[in-house]
């Protein structure tokens, strides 16, 4: 299994010994929230933040833009050096043409899906994706309690991507902790992303390790 810690839970004053940790560990990706306060009822950090984090992370930025209009900030995303830009179903009224930028501006494409988006939307889009991550808690804050339904829609989206014959991975966003991942290990995940299980523990290596074991 991927593990994608994600900086949200990490200390904010601390980030740089946050992001070595990280380094250190067995994560793939590192996992970065982007908040506006109106698509989501927060606010996080932003592109000067990544950008300095870009220059010490050894790990694959995975950036999750929880904004409206995202296909505005494509470049300055690439600029933050992300390896995917994540961009919410939710937001993207011409989903297919922000796909296009976002891969035409060399970084790989990934589009999210709320708790109550069904994975059918996108049947006809997904060959063209390099990643679709299912939230499994409501954007917009870390420590919330897993939603059980999407153990059923990891499934259904894992069968919509065989029939599409494309290679998509299945990245899990949410409430993510040893039980729950072991149950999406089991419907057919590729990655979880983990903030306040792997940030709140007292070894956060070995936490992202037992998580890679799953
Ligand atoms: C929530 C963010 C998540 C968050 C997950 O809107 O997208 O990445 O950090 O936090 P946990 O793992 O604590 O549920
Ligand atoms: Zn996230």
Redesign the pocket.
Known sequence: MKVAP?L??ADFANLERDVRMVNRSEASLL?L?VMDGVF?PNISFGFPVIESIKNISEKPLDV?L?IVEPQKFVSQVRDCGAEYMNVHYETCQHLHRTVQQIRSAGMKAAVTLNPATPVEVLRDIVADLDMVLL?S?N??????TFIEQTLDKTRRLRNLIMEAGAKALIEI????NLSTGKSLAEAGADIL?????VFSSADPILTIKQLSNL
């Open positions: 994600s949200l839970s996992h929230d989501v999750h929880m939230m808690v954007p917009g804050f870390g420590g919330q966003d949410g409430g993510v992303v983990a903030g306040s299980f």
